[in-house]
C-alpha cells in the first residue's frame, strides 16, 4: 500500500518527535543564536520531508529527502558541539545522537527505495 501523506511516513513521525526533543533539551539555554540554529534545523528535517513528499515526483521528493538529511547531520554536529560546551550532558548528547543517527538510516533507506 503506497504512502498517500507525508503525516503517514514514520520517519517524518521520528522527526517530528526528534524536533520536540530538541526543544525541550535547549528550551533553557541562554546562548540564543545557538538555541536558534539547533531548533532551526531539527524542524526543518521534517519540513523538508513534508515538502518533498507533496512535489509528487521521486527526483523532487529525493532531492528534499537529501536536504533533510543535511540538516539532521547540522543537528549532530551541534550536539557533539553541545556537549563539548557543557550545554548537554553526555548522556543527553548520546541519546539524542542516536535518534538522529536512526532517523539518517531511515531517510537513506527511503531514498534507496525509491530508485
Known amino acids: 500500500m503506497a504512502v498517500k501523506k507525508f503525516e503517514d511516513l514514520i520517519v517524518w513521525q521520528k522527526a517530528q518527535d526528534f524536533s520536540v526533543l530538541i526543544y525541550e533539551n535547549f528550551s533553557d539555554l541562554k546562548d540564543y543564536s545557538f538555541r536558534d540554529q539547533i531548533t532551526r ?13 507533496d ?3 521521486n527526483t523532487d521528493f529525493t532531492r528534499f529527502l537529501y536536504i ?13 558541539l553541545s556537549e563539548r560546551l557543557k550545554y ?28
Open 68 to 80: 533533510a538529511i543535511s540538516s539532521n547531520s547540522e543537528v549532530r554536529s551541534m550536539l557533539y
Open 55 to 57: 512535489r509528487r515526483t
Open 41 to 53: 534545523a531539527s524542524v526543518s528535517i521534517s519540513n523538508n520531508i513534508a515538502e518533498g513528499f
Open 88 to 115: 548537554l550532558k553526555e548522556n543527553q548528547s548520546e541519546e539524542l545522537v542516536e535518534k538522529s543517527n536512526e532517523i539518517s538510516r531511515m531517510l537513506f533507506g527511503l531514498i534507496q527505495s525509491m530508485k
